[in-house]
């Protein structure tokens, strides 16, 4: 085999550098690709680092904040948390309040509110019937009456009215038993709800809530408006006195001279020179008739 320039065809080895040069390429790639590797790995382990540092500060956060909100109960908690049980609250005495208010009445009667009085004195009443608490509840009625006057008795009596009393205290109050009377019927007056005087010229009615009486034949200057009729006068429970001619009232029982008789709260005494007077027990409050003159009091 020919070659240019007449030089001989190659039949030998290759040169070792030729070999040894392709070799050094395949052994400078191994480092590369360890390089490599380890950098992902670096990477990976520093990832992980990271997210426990991350996790265990945002944990750590959360609990010191959740200790903050919560703190441990101290002995001043624990003592509130005990008073305001409402167990404890539950098993306390309903009528305890009540029955301290209604104390302070009976010691040291205040007369400003006879509504705010009788709410006491009612819920003490609905919570209790011992019979310690319905002494006390006279008690209170009693000093409330003779400290305050026959104003405020009529104002309380009336405030029990309107409030839903259990039978016992709607019996006290409707009694005279707590009330001081500032003119008292006799002692030996009869119950009656009607009478005429034995000359018949005075007729007298008890209402619920007054008396009243009509003169028929008078010598005495009418009242106003009623010249020459029946004067009727009246005395209600609050010891008010009025006369007019609007009425004229009848009654047959006819009572004797001397004999006092009363009903409700109102009294009266029939004459034969001092004619018929009448009254309001709790006021002392009234009026007085015979033919010859007339006088409210």
């Not at 904040?65 to 101290?74: D, F, L």
């Not at 409707?174 to 038993?177: K, P, T």
């Not at 001279?257 to 001092?274: D, K, L, M």
């Given at each position: 085999m020919s070659t240019p320039n007449g030089e001989q065809p190659f039949n030998g080895e290759w040169p070792q550098q030729q070999s040894n040069g392709a070799g050094a390429?395949?052994?400078?790639?191994?480092?590369?690709?360890?390089?490599?590797?380890?950098?992902?790995?670096?990477g990976v382990v520093l990832i992980i680092s990271l997210s426990v540092i991350f996790y265990l500060k945002v944990f750590r956060t959360t609990a010191g904040?959740?200790?903050?909100?919560?703190?441990?109960?101290?002995a001043t908690s624990q003592a509130a948390t005990t008073d305001s049980d409402p167990t404890e609250e539950a098993s306390a005495d309903p009528a305890e309040d009540a029955r301290q208010t209604v104390s302070d009445l009976a010691s040291s009667p205040a007369c400003d509110s006879a509504s705010?009085?009788?709410?006491?004195?009612?819920?003490?009443?609905?919570?209790s019937d011992s019979a310690d608490d319905e002494a006390l509840i006279e008690d209170a009625l009693t000093a409330l009456s003779k400290e305050c006057g026959a104003e405020y008795t009529v104002d309380i009596r009336n405030?029990?009215?309107?409030?839903?009393v259990p039978e016992s205290l709607a019996t006290l109050v409707?009694?005279?038993?707590w009330v001081t009377l500032a003119k008292p019927a006799p002692d030996d007056a009869s119950d009656v709800t009607e009478f005429t005087s034995p000359a018949e010229n005075v007729r007298c009615v008890f209402?619920?809530?007054?008396?009243?009486?009509?003169?028929?034949?008078?010598?005495?200057?009418?009242?106003?408006?009623?010249?020459?009729?029946?004067?009727?006068?009246?005395?209600?429970?609050?010891?008010d006195v009025?006369?007019?001619?609007?009425?004229?009232?009848n009654a047959n029982n006819i009572i004797d001279?001397?004999?006092?008789?009363?009903?409700?709260?109102?009294?009266?005494?029939?004459?034969?020179?001092?004619g018929t007077t009448c009254w309001n027990e709790l006021t002392g409050n009234g009026f007085q008739l015979k033919r010859a003159s007339d006088r409210t009091f």
């Open positions: 390429s395949q052994d400078n790639a191994t480092p590369s690709r360890s390089a490599l590797y380890f950098l992902i790995f670096a904040a959740a200790n903050i909100e919560q703190p441990e109960p101290t705010g009085a009788a709410q006491s004195i009612v819920t003490l009443a609905n919570a405030a029990f009215g309107d409030a839903d409707s009694s005279n038993d209402g619920d809530e007054d008396v009243a009486c009509s003169i028929y034949v008078y010598d005495y200057p009418s009242p106003d408006g009623c010249e020459g009729k029946t004067a009727t006068y009246r005395v209600n429970e609050s010891g009025d006369a007019s001619c609007k009425e004229e009232l001279y001397g004999t006092p008789v009363s009903h409700n709260g109102f009294a009266c005494t029939i004459e034969q020179y001092e």
